[in-house]
C-alpha cells in the first residue's frame, strides 16, 4: 500500500508517526522493551501527549530477530494466528554510547536511541537499515490526536533499504516477473488463474540475493510495494495497531529458507508413488466407469507407468459438490472399481473442496448444526457462484471438523487414498461471523491452512504420515506442512508453460518444498506440440499430474508421437525415483525445495539472478524447457563440468558460465548434471511405488573430489555412499541397511563397478 506523495510529503489526510527516540529501554532475560515516542521528550510537558510505539524485539531462533511493535495495546485481537514454532531464548543485548545492541549468532541489529534508526549486520557487514519514516504507525484520515477515533484507517509500516543490485524473491505463487523489484503486491488469495495479477498462494514472506529474508507474521492482507513508492525500500504494511516480523539471516538464500521454515514448519514428505505420473478425468468432461477403465488400459497398453488416478469434481452428482457421495449413474460400484484399480497397483485420488452446494445431502446437516459461515445476523452465509447455493465448512469449528473429516473418512474406507483439495480463495470477509469469533479479514487467506490441515491430519490418523499427501491448490504461510500443491489454472499454451514456471519457482523460494503444474494446459485444448513440450516439462517437476477443463488430457488423443513422448518421459522419471525420494527427504529435513531456482542454486553467479525458465530439480539437475515450436532451447549452464543425461555430452563451462540455443526432438530436453555428483537411479524400475533397494546403480559424474549420497525408500535409509578421490583412485564407503549388489557407474569415465558394503579401492 502506498502512503506517499513523492519524496517528501504523505497523501493528503495522510500522517505518519516513527520513533523519535529509545525513551525507555529495558533489557530483560528473553526480550527487550522499548518506548519510543514519536516526538522527542525535552521536558516533561512533552509527555502529556501524542503518540507512543511499544517495541519488542526477541531472537527466537539463532540468526533470527523478531520485532513486534503496536500503539494501543488494548485492541483485541480474536486471531488466528499463524502456528508458527517461537522457543523462548535468553536474549543478548547491550547498550553503549546511545547504541542499543541486539545479536543473534553473527547477525546484529543496531539501534540508535537518540535518532532512532534500525540497522541490520552479518557480522560487520550491513544488510539492511530503516531510518527516518521508514518505521511508522499510519493514519489515512487524520484529523489530530482529540479527534483520533476511527481504528478503520490505522497501519503499521516498516521500510527496508535495498542496496545497489539486491533482488527480491518469494512472496507466494506470483505469475508475473520472477523478480519482484517493481511490483506491488498484496497478501490477498484470489482465484483468478495463471495469466493476472493475482494468486491463489500469498505468503508474507520474502528473501534477496544478499543472503537474508523478512518473514511478516500477519495472516490478514499484507501489501508490500517492492521497490515501487520508493525505489530504493522493501515496504511492507499491515492494517490495525500492530505489527510483527522477523528478520531472518543467511548468509545464503538456502539457508534463509531452512531457516524461516524452522519458524513456520518443514514440508512433510509425500510418499514415494506420488513421483510417479498422476492422470486426471479432467475437469467437466463426461466420464464413468467404462471411460476410467479405458485410460487406466489405455496406459498400461502403451507402456506407460502410471501411479496415481485422479477423478475430478464429476465423480459426485452435478449440482451436489460436495458430498462425498458417488454418482451411481455412472459408477454404480465404486468400492468395486476402486478395488479393481488397486489390483493394478494404481493409487486413487478423489477431488473434494469445502464448499457445500444447498443440494447437497450434507446441507441440513450442516445448517442444523452450525458447521457453516454465518452471517452476522445469524443465517447462513450463501451464494451461487460455483455452486449454487453453497455454503461454507467453518472449519474453526472443532464439530464442524470433525463432521468434515468423517465423511472424507467413509471415502478411505472405501479405498480412495488421497484428496485433491481444490478451491479455499474466495473466503468471504463482509457481513461473515466464525465459530471461534475469529477476525474475518485474517480468516480469508487462513481459511486454506485450517482446509487443508483438516484433511492432512485425517490421512496421517488413517494411512500415516509417510502415506499422507494432499494435491492442494490454495495456501499462506505453514501450508508446505501439507503437500503437494499444484498452479492452478492455466492455459495451453507457451506463454502460460512459462508463467506456470515462474509461479512455482517462485512458490519454492517462498518455503514451500514441492510444486506440480496441469501437463499441457488447464483451460482450452493445447497443440500437439505444445502438449509434448509441456509432457517433458512436468515430468521433470517434482510431481505429475495429466489434468485440463473440458478436454481429456491422455497422449493419445493428441497424436501417436505424443504417446512416445509420454511413455519416454514417464520411465525416464521413474528410472530417477531414487535420486528424486531422497531429496524429497532432504526437502523435509531441510526445508530447501526440490524443484529450485537457478538464482537459489547458484547465488553468487550474477548471470543466474533473473533465470526464470530454467531450473534445478534437486541439487544435481539442471532442467531447461522448451518454449517454442521450432524446437529451439535457449538456456545457460553455470562454470563447472556438465553431463548431458540423455546423451552424454560433456561441457566444460569457463568462469563466465556460457548460454546455448539448440534444436531439440520432442524426446529431447536440456537436462544437465552438475560435476561432483551422484545420482542414484534404478534401471528397471516399473512403477514410482516399487521397491529399488537391491537395484540401485549410482551414476558419477565428474568425481573430482569427496562426494557423498544417502538414498531411501519409502522413508526408511537404504545405503548411504561416499567416495573419497585421489587421482585415479577412489575410495568407496558403502554403509547399507539390506545385504544388496550395487553398481557404481562412473559416467564420465567409461567404467562401471559392481560393490557391496562395506570399503574398497575402485581403480579408474
Known amino acids: ?346 493409487k486413487i485420488c478423489v477431488w473434494i473442496n469445502s464448499y457445500i452446494a444447498q443440494e447437497s445431502a450434507l446441507f441440513d446437516e450442516g445448517m442444523e448444526k452450525g458447521y457453516f459461515l454465518k452471517t452476522k445476523e445469524g443465517d447462513v452465509w450463501q451464494w451461487d457462484m460455483w455452486q449454487p447455493g453453497m455454503a461454507l465448512v467453518d472449519f474453526t469449528n472443532p464439530d464442524a471438523k470433525k463432521w468434515f473429516q468423517s465423511g472424507l473418512k467413509k471415502l478411505l474406507d472405501m479405498g480412495v487414498d488421497c484428496f485433491k483439495t481444490d478451491f479455499g480463495e474466495r473466503i468471504p470477509v463482509d457481513n461473515v461471523r466464525w465459530f471461534s469469533g475469529a477476525d474475518p479479514e485474517k480468516m480469508h487467506n487462513y481459511y486454506t491452512y485450517l482446509y487443508n490441515q483438516a484433511v492432512y491430519e485425517l490421512l496421517v490418523e488413517e494411512r500415516g504420515e509417510n502415506e499422507a499427501v494432499l494435491f492442494a491448490r490454495s495456501a499462506t504461510a505453514g501450508g508446505q506442512k501439507f503437500p503437494v500443491h499444484w498452479g492452478g489454472d492455466c492455459w495451453s499454451s507457451y506463454e502460460s508453460m512459462a508463467e506456470s514456471l515462474r509461479g512455482g519457482l517462485s512458490l519454492t523460494s517462498s518455503g514451500f518444498g514441492y510444486w506440480s503444474h496441469d501437463i499441457g494446459g488447464f483451460e482450452d485444448a493445447s497443440t500437439p506440440d505444445v502438449y509434448k513440450r509441456w509432457a517433458a516439462f512436468g515430468l521433470l517437476s517434482s510431481h505429475s499430474r495429466l489434468h485440463g477443463s473440458t478436454s481429456y488430457r491422455v497422449p493419445w488423443v493428441y497424436d501417436e508421437e505424443a504417446v512416445d513422448v509420454v511413455r519416454f518421459f514417464s520411465k525416464l522419471k521413474c528410472r530417477l525415483i531414487p535420486y528424486l525420494y531422497s531429496q524429497a527427504v532432504n526437502t523435509s529435513v531441510s526445508g530447501i ?25 534437486g541439487d544435481s539437475l539442471l532442467v531447461a524447457p522448451i518454449f517454442r515450436d521450432d524446437g529451439i532451447a535457449e538456456y545457460y549452464l553455470p562454470k563447472g563440468i556438465w553431463t548431458n543425461m540423455l546423451t552424454g555430452e560433456v561441457r566444460k563451462i569457463s568462469e563466465c558460465g556460457c548460454w546455448f540455443s539448440e534444436k531439440h526432438s520432442y524426446l529431447s530436453i536440456p537436462l544437465w548434471v552438475r560435476e561432483n555428483s551422484i545420482v542414484a537411479i534404478s534401471p528397471d524400475q516399473k512403477r514410482a511405488g516399487d521397491s529399488y533397494r537391491e537395484g540401485i546403480c549410482f551414476n558419477v559424474y565428474s568425481l573430482h573430489e569427496n562426494a557423498e549420497t544417502t538414498v531411501f525408500e519409502n522413508g526408511e535409509k537404504v545405503c548411504k555412499l561416499k567416495l573419497e578421490r585421489k587421482e585415479n583412485r577412489v575410495k568407496y564407503i558403502c554403509e547399507a541397511a539390506v545385504d544388496a549388489a550395487y553398481k557404481i557407474n562412473f559416467v564420465n569415465e567409461g567404467k562401471e563397478v559392481e560393490i557391496i558394503s562395506g570399503e574398497d579401492i575402485i581403480e579408474l
Open 1 to 346: 500500500m502506498k502512503f506517499l506523495n513523492g519524496c517528501w510529503l504523505w497523501k493528503e489526510g495522510t500522517a505518519g508517526f516513527s520513533p523519535a527516540e529509545a525513551y525507555e529501554v529495558d533489557i530483560r532475560k528473553d526480550e527487550v522493551y522499548i518506548l519510543a515516542p514519536t516526538h522527542h521528550i525535552n521536558h516533561k510537558g512533552d509527555t502529556l501527549g501524542g503518540i507512543n510505539l511499544s517495541i519488542r524485539i526477541t531472537t527466537p531462533f539463532p540468526e533470527v530477530i523478531r520485532v513486534e511493535a503496536y500503539h494501543f495495546k488494548g485492541k483485541k485481537d480474536n486471531g488466528p494466528q499463524f502456528d508458527i514454532s517461537i522457543p523462548q531464548r535468553e536474549i543478548k543485548a547491550k547498550e553503549s554510547d546511545g547504541l542499543l545492541t541486539i545479536e543473534s549468532g553473527s547477525l546484529r541489529l543496531v539501534i540508535d536511541e537518540n535518532t532512532w534508526s534500525m540497522a541490520y549486520f552479518r557480522g560487520n557487514d550491513l544488510l539492511t537499515k530503516s531510518t527516518g519514516r521508514d518505521f511508522a504507525y499510519i493514519k489515512t484520515d487524520w484529523k489530530g490526536d482529540a479527534y483520533n477515533k476511527n481504528d478503520k484507517d490505522a497501519f503499521f509500516r516498516q521500510q527496508l533499504d535495498l542496496r545497489v543490485g539486491e533482488l527480491v524473491y518469494g512472496l507466494g505463487e506470483h505469475f508475473g516477473p520472477f523478480v519482484k523489484n517493481g511490483q506491488s503486491i498484496d497478501m490477498w488469495n484470489e482465484d483468478g488463474g495463471t495469466s493476472t495479477d493475482q494468486s491463489y498462494k500469498n505468503i508474507p514472506f520474502y528473501l534477496t540475493n544478499r543472503g537474508y529474508g523478512v518473514f511478516v507474521n500477519h495472516p490478514e492482507k499484507v501489501s508490500f510495494e517492492v521497490a515501487t513508492e520508493q525505489v530504493s525500500k522493501v515496504a511492507f504494511s499491515v492494517p490495525g495497531e500492530r505489527i510483527d516480523y522477523f528478520v531472518i539471516n543467511g548468509p545464503t538464500m538456502k539457508d534463509v529458507i531452512s531457516r524461516y521454515t524452522d519458524i513456520t514448519g518443514k514440508p512433510a514428505l509425500t510418499p514415494q508413488w506420488t513421483f510417479g505420473l498422476w492422470l486426471s478425468t479432467s475437469f467437466t468432461t463426461n466420464y464413468d466407469e467404462k471411460t476410467v477403465m479405458s485410460f487406466v488400459d489405455g496406459m498400461e497398453e502403451r507402456g506407460i507407468p502410471l501411479s496415481v488416478f485422479h477423478f475430478d469434481c464429476c465423480w459426485m452428482r452435478e449440482f451436489h459438490w460436495t458430498d462425498f457421495i458417488w454418482d451411481k449413474r455412472v459408477f454404480p460400484d465404486p468400492k468395486g472399481l476402486l478395488k479393481r484399480m488397486h489390483e493394478k497397483g494404481l
Open 593 to 617: 525445495p526440490m524443484t529450485r531456482s537457478m538464482a537459489l542454486e547458484f547465488s553468487s553467479d550474477r548471470n543466474a539472478l533473473y533465470l526464470d525458465r530454467q531450473y534445478m530439480l
